[in-house]
C-alpha cells in the first residue's frame, strides 16, 4: 500500500497554527513520526493566502526534508504553484493534483512531463463532480489521453475517484467500487488513491466509516491512500488487508510491522 501522509496540511487546526507561528519544531515531529510509521510520501499543503503559498511551501519543503528523505507530495489548490515548488524537493514526488477543471493539465503536466514524478488526478471537470461512475471513467479517459499527449506514462497517474459524503449517497460507496474497478480494467498500471475523511463527514464515531472504506476499496483494487499513517488501528487494517487480498507473501509485511510496533494490540 503507497500511503501518503496526511499531516503536515494547514487545513488542519493544530498544522495550520503551526505554520502561522512557524513553529519549526511541530513540523519536523510530524515529518518524524509520518516517516517511522513507514509513509511512503509526506503530503505538503500549505493552506495559506495565494501570495503566501510560495514562501511558505518552500518553507515547509525545506523542514520536512531536513527530517525525512521521503518524497514530497506537493498539494495546491492552485496549478501556478508547482512548477516552481518542484524546485524545492530533493528527489521526484507527487503532484496533487489535475482534473479535467480548468487549464490544470495545461499547467502541470509539462512540468512533469519526461520526469519522475508523479501526479494525482481527481476524476471531476468544469460541470463539478460527476454523479455516476460511467461519467467518472469519461473523464478519467479524458485524462489519460491528456497523459498520453505529453508523454506521461499511466503508471505516474494516482487516480482518485473523488469521495463524497455516504450520508447524502443513494447507493453508498458502489460507483467509487465501479469506478475503481473500471479503471483498472481499462489501464492495469495507473494507481488508485483517495483520503477517507470525505466519506463520514456529518455521521458520529467516524473512524469506523473511513476504516471500513478503505478496506472496501483495496478490496476493489486502490493501492494507495491519503492518510495519517501514525494511526495504529487504520495502520493495522491496511496491513492486515494486503495480507487477506494476497499482496503479501507468507504475511511477512504484516508480521514485520506488528514486530515494530506500527500497530500494536487492538483493543477487544
Same mark, same amino acid.
Given at each position: 500500500?503507497?500511503?501518503?501522509?496526511?499531516?503536515?496540511?494547514?487545513?488542519?487546526?493544530?498544522?495550520?497554527?503551526?505554520?502561522?507561528?512557524?513553529?519549526?519544531?511541530?513540523?519536523?515531529?510530524?515529518?518524524?513520526?509520518?516517516?517511522?510509521?513507514?509513509?511512503?510520501?509526506?503530503?505538503?499543503?500549505?493552506?495559506?493566502?495565494?501570495?503566501?503559498?510560495?514562501?511558505?511551501?518552500?518553507?515547509?519543503?525545506?523542514?520536512?526534508?531536513?527530517?525525512?528523505?521521503?518524497?514530497?507530495?506537493?498539494?495546491?489548490?492552485?496549478?501556478?504553484?508547482?512548477?516552481?515548488?518542484?524546485?524545492?524537493?530533493?528527489?521526484?514526488?507527487?503532484?496533487?493534483?489535475?482534473?479535467?477543471?480548468?487549464?490544470?493539465?495545461?499547467?502541470?503536466?509539462?512540468?512533469?512531463?519526461?520526469?519522475?514524478?508523479?501526479?494525482?488526478?481527481?476524476?471531476?471537470?468544469?460541470?463539478?463532480?460527476?454523479?455516476?461512475?460511467?461519467?467518472?471513467?469519461?473523464?478519467?479517459?479524458?485524462?489519460?489521453?491528456?497523459?498520453?499527449?505529453?508523454?506521461?506514462? %499511466?503508471?505516474?497517474? $494516482? @487516480?482518485?475517484?473523488?469521495?463524497?459524503? #455516504? !450520508?447524502?449517497?443513494?447507493?453508498?460507496?458502489?460507483? *467509487? =467500487?465501479?469506478?475503481?474497478?473500471?479503471?483498472?480494467?481499462?489501464?492495469?498500471?495507473?494507481?488508485?488513491?483517495?483520503?477517507?475523511?470525505?466519506?463520514?463527514?456529518?455521521? %458520529?464515531?467516524?473512524? $469506523? @466509516?473511513?476504516?471500513?472504506?478503505?478496506? #472496501? !476499496?483495496?478490496?476493489?483494487?486502490?493501492?494507495?491512500? *491519503? =492518510?495519517?499513517?501514525?494511526?495504529?488501528?487504520?495502520?493495522?487494517?491496511?496491513?492486515?488487508?494486503?495480507?487477506?487480498?494476497?499482496?503479501?507473501?507468507?504475511?511477512?509485511?504484516?508480521?514485520?510491522?506488528?514486530?515494530?510496533?506500527?500497530?500494536?494490540?487492538?483493543?477487544?
Amino acid at each position: 500500500m503507497i500511503i501518503i501522509g496526511e499531516k503536515i496540511n494547514g487545513s488542519i487546526p493544530k498544522t495550520g497554527a503551526a505554520i502561522a507561528e512557524r513553529n519549526e519544531k511541530f513540523i519536523k515531529s510530524l515529518a518524524r513520526k509520518q516517516t517511522a510509521a513507514r509513509a511512503s510520501y509526506l503530503d505538503v499543503c500549505a493552506s495559506v493566502s495565494p501570495e503566501q503559498e510560495i514562501e511558505t511551501l518552500k518553507w515547509l519543503v525545506d523542514l520536512v526534508q531536513q527530517e525525512s528523505d521521503l518524497p514530497i507530495c506537493l498539494d495546491s489548490p492552485n496549478p501556478g504553484v508547482f512548477a516552481e515548488a518542484v524546485k524545492f524537493c530533493k528527489k521526484p514526488g507527487l503532484v496533487n493534483s489535475v482534473s479535467l477543471e480548468g487549464d490544470k493539465i495545461g499547467k502541470i503536466f509539462p512540468v512533469i512531463a519526461g520526469t519522475e514524478w508523479n501526479c494525482i488526478a481527481l476524476l471531476c471537470d468544469n460541470t463539478g463532480i460527476p454523479q455516476s461512475a460511467e461519467q467518472r471513467i469519461g473523464v478519467f479517459k479524458g485524462i489519460l489521453a491528456k497523459a498520453k499527449e505529453y508523454g506521461i506514462d %499511466p503508471s505516474h497517474l $494516482f @487516480v482518485d475517484p473523488v469521495v463524497e459524503m #455516504l !450520508c447524502t449517497s443513494e447507493d453508498g460507496i458502489a460507483k *467509487i =467500487i465501479e469506478t475503481i474497478k473500471t479503471v483498472k480494467e481499462i489501464c492495469p498500471d495507473v494507481h488508485i488513491t483517495s483520503g477517507a475523511s470525505n466519506i463520514s463527514f456529518n455521521l %458520529p464515531m467516524r473512524k $469506523f @466509516v473511513n476504516r471500513s472504506f478503505i478496506i #472496501l !476499496c483495496m478490496g476493489a483494487g486502490m493501492d494507495s491512500a *491519503i =492518510i495519517d499513517p501514525t494511526n495504529e488501528d487504520m495502520l493495522g487494517l491496511i496491513y492486515a488487508a494486503e495480507a487477506l487480498l494476497g499482496k503479501d507473501e507468507m504475511c511477512m509485511e504484516y508480521i514485520g510491522a506488528y514486530r515494530d510496533g506500527l500497530f500494536g494490540e487492538v483493543k477487544a
